[in-house]
């Protein structure tokens, strides 16, 4: 099993930035697809972005141009720069890695975007 600690949540105000980073506990980091989900209340839990282990990223059309997604495979970490925060982006954020014949959550981190 895999444990993802995500870090980096708060409460920012819109238009302000936050970065969120997810380290994990074993190496199989190099070999995983890494990728950054949200739920709001009220809301399924969606995609935001994904960091292929062969190299790519997708995004969510909502949060292209703003969200940037990257990893440092050593150090097993996987990061979100968020830019341009806004209301709509309150959510609280999921790490998640997937490797063949497995895949492991985060426990989540709370982003509010509140003036």
């Known amino acids: 099993q895999v444990r993802l600690v995500e870090t980096g949540g708060g409460l920012v105000q819109p238009g302000g930035s936050l970065r969120l980073s997810c380290a994990a506990s074993?190496?199989?980091?190099?070999?995983?697809?890494m990728g950054w989900y949200r739920q709001a209340p009220g809301k399924e839990r969606e995609l935001v972005a994904i960091?292929?282990?062969?190299?790519?990223?997708n995004y969510a059309d909502s949060v292209k141009g703003r969200f940037t997604i990257s990893r440092d495979n050593a150090k097993n970490t996987v990061y979100l720069q968020m830019n341009s925060l806004q209301p709509e982006d309150t959510a609280v954020y999921y790490c998640?890695?997937?490797?063949?014949?497995?895949?492991?959550w985060g426990q989540g981190t709370q982003v509010t975007v509140s003036s």
């Open positions: 960091s292929l282990n062969g190299g790519g990223t």
């Open positions: 074993r190496s199989t980091f190099t070999y995983s697809d």
């Open positions: 998640h890695a997937e490797w063949y014949g497995g895949d492991s």
